[in-house]
């Protein structure tokens, strides 16, 4: 984590460099000269406050996690009914870049390159994955609760699943280097899972 004192307008500006960085050109082109470039700041400072490109990365997923955070909880508070609230998931997932997000390609990425190896980043990430995964359970019993959906599992179990299919879709877009119709393929995932076939058209 960077040193105290820094501003926040200055972190801000260097966390979105780092992501603009891994999603356009990879991990072995972030370097502090790349990150001092892209946002503007000088090489001196950021290496005054995070020392190195781990700190750097690992600030810049403890950040992409908060803003997560309280996106999900945007999600529950605006939407009452189950259905929107799964749609908006569903719509934050597909395009997390329109909801102030790093998208699919800083996520593979970082853990393709230095989550298994890295303890305290492998942490950050599994944080990222249960907050997905308890709201995900949570719209699904309120929609048990609201007589929307119809779950043939613990709704637990089918979050976890949701999660798995999330990454995979992402994974897949980072490997063709295109979307993969990710709305849609969670939509079917929820109309097999939760019985609700009209969540396919809400979510297209």
Known sequence: MPKLGMETIRRRQIIDAVVAIIESRGWNDLTFQQVSRVSGISTGVVVHYFGNK???????VAEAGNRLDRTLKDVRKANARAEIQ????????????????PGPRFWITVLANSAFDDA?????????LDRLAETAAETFRLGVSQGVFRLARPPEQIAEDYITVVLGLWSA??????????????ARFGATELGTPNLQELSA
């Open 86 to 101: 799964l749609s908006r998931l569903n719509d934050l997932l597909s395009t997390p870049a329109q909801h102030d997000l």
């Open 54 to 60: 781990r700190e750097v990365v690992l600030d810049a």
């Open 120 to 128: 305290e980043l492998r942490a950050e990430m599994a944080r990222m």
């Open 173 to 186: 877009e980072v490997a063709r280097g295109k979307s993969a119709g990710r709305s849609l393929a969670l």
